[in-house]
């Protein structure tokens, strides 16, 4: 480029031009000679053909049947019986045979998947074949085999599925590092939208670590190369060919694409693959608390320097939490010596470390930080229906009811009159909130009566009066902010509340 610059200011100098026209079109010369070059350096290929003939082989499309029983018509009358070689037998089974008693029918639903290991393991989403009664794998070659569900996984919409390929050679693609993708690079989805068979189409990584609400450990792949009905299971590849994501879903309000894909990043899906194939399940870690966000009004409340970490609303009996002596109201800012940004993370975090090992945790109590081992449980042996978590209510002996105007609230102790009113448990412990001050922060935080404050400022209180004192003392220390733990009909909830100027 230097050598036609060059070139061009020689030129413009032999011809004499003025000065003004030559600052005017040395630029715009520049500009048309380097373009080139700028989208060179973005890594935009040429084509997708070559990478495209490599990995077409081994995507494979998935076709699943399952049968639906048909609901009993409305008229159920009595059934005739006749015995073998009556003459109105016939008529009579057909007269049997009402509408709702059709024999149940198959329903085929088509999907995508792709081959990890030459025989016979195929990765695809648990929502293609949950539910099927027969699952067939579709090479891109036509072929046609029968698939075993070695194991699926509803947590992360992943399953594994294997065929015997016997003298067929089969073509597998490895997972890729998606840690290492960064937004703007280029991917690749093939797949089987709407059930056109092996189809590629290209885009770029749009985004990273999408929440989508679909499950406790999202942290999806956003993409805008596009994605549709029937391309679930398949895979994103990266330029080098390596599978980055699984494609799970789209966000579209017609149902095809508008270049809003996502897929479960490799990493993760390589973790759940890999246990699936050993143990034919997953084996997540299990810590065994309950936690929440921590709001700028949380942090400001604990004396964090910044919002970060889980906030601990609740323990679990018998679990390696309590074991490990974590608290409610802890806030863990650190699991196995990684720093926990955000409370959504830690789910991953735990998820994904081994069953039975040692973690250091670090959590932020009572304005400083305090190191805590715990040896991790499994969470897939852990019945969600018998765990109670470990409460902090205390006995309340009956006091006078009370006005905070620092939080707009109205206060009483547990009676049986307010027991009864607000249907409370016996076993309940705290004190009752009777009323809220329409405008208050306590208000607009959806506090309403019949809600009952366990702690505040992490310690417990029976009395109206203790709340006044935690507030007083929040006040003496400089806080803007107080921090209430509060039942809201057995749900534990962290709830900040901002203390009214005097």
């Known amino acids: 480029m230097e050598v036609v610059v060059n070139r061009l200011i020689h030129s413009l100098r032999t011809r004499g031009a003025p000065p003004l026209r030559r600052l005017f079109f040395l630029p715009v010369a ?22 495209a003939e490599r990995l077409l082989p081994a995507v494979v499309n998935i076709s699943t049947t399952q ?15 006749f015995p073998e070689g009556s003459p109105f037998r016939d008529f009579f089974d057909r007269f049997n045979r ?99 068979g092996g189809t590629v189409t290209a885009g770029i990584i749009s985004a990273r670590g999408r929440d989508i609400r679909s499950g406790p450990y999202d942290d999806y792949i956003q993409t805008d190369a596009p994605i549709n009905r029937g391309n679930s299971g398949g895979p994103l590849f990266d330029m080098k060919g390596a599978v980055i994501g699984v494609n799970t879903a789209i966000l579209s309000p017609s149902g095809g694409s508008i270049g809003i894909g996502f897929s479960v990043p490799a990493n993760l899906a ?42 601990v609303a609740g323990v679990l009996e018998n679990s390696p939490a309590e074991a490990a002596g974590v608290k409610q109201g802890d806030v863990i800012v650190e699991f196995d010596n990684r720093e926990v ?20 945790v670090r959590v932020w109590r ?50 049986p009159e307010l027991t009864e009113k607000f249907e409370i448990e016996e076993s309940t412990k705290g004190v009752v909130i009777t009323d809220v001050k329409k405008g208050s922060d306590a208000e607009e935080r959806r506090l309403r009566p019949g809600d009952l404050i366990v702690e505040v400022s992490q310690e417990p209180v029976a009395l109206p009066a ?20 509060v039942d809201k009909d057995g749900d534990m909830r962290f709830i900040p509340l901002r203390i009214k100027e005097e």
């Open 270 to 311: 390589k973790n759940v693959i890999s246990q699936l194939r050993e143990f034919g399940t997953t084996r997540r870690g299990w810590l065994g608390v309950q936690i929440q966000t921590v709001s700028p009004e949380i942090a400001e409340s604990l004396g964090l320097d910044a919002p970060k970490g889980a906030l």
């Open 98 to 196: 009402r509408p709702g008693d059709q024999p149940a029918r198959r329903v085929t639903s088509l999907g995508s998947g792709f081959i990890i290991d030459r025989s016979g393991y195929v990765v695809t989403n648990n929502h293609v074949i949950e539910g099927a009664d027969k699952v067939t794998v579709i090479l891109h070659e036509g072929k046609k085999f029968d698939a075993e569900i070695v194991g699926k996984d509803k947590k992360t919409d992943l399953a594994l599925l294997k065929i015997k390929p016997g003298d067929t050679e089969l073509t597998a693609v490895p997972f890729g590092a998606s840690n290492k993708a960064r937004v703007g690079d280029w991917v690749i989805a093939i797949g089987n939208p709407l059930g056109l």
């Open 466 to 485: 203790d709340v006044a004192s935690q507030v007083e003392k929040a006040r003496e220390n400089g806080r803007k902010v107080v921090l209430l733990l």
């Open 67 to 81: 049968k639906v029983k048909r609901q009993g018509g409305p008229h159920q009358g009595p059934q005739f019986q």
């Open 341 to 360: 940004p955000e409370s959504r993370k830690l789910p991953r975090m735990v998820a994904e470390t081994s069953v039975g090992k040692d973690v250091a």
């Open 366 to 415: 009572g304005g400083k930080e305090v190191g805590l081992t715990v040896r991790l449980g499994e969470l897939e042996k852990v019945d969600q229906a018998s765990i109670t978590t470990r409460g902090s209510r205390r006995n309340s002996p009956k006091d006078a009811s009370q006005e905070i105007d620092a939080l707009g609230l109205a206060l009483s102790p547990i009676t």
């Open 30 to 51: 520049v500009l048309f000679v380097w373009q080139p070059f700028v989208a060179n350096a973005r890594g935009a290929p040429d084509s997708f053909a070559d990478l």
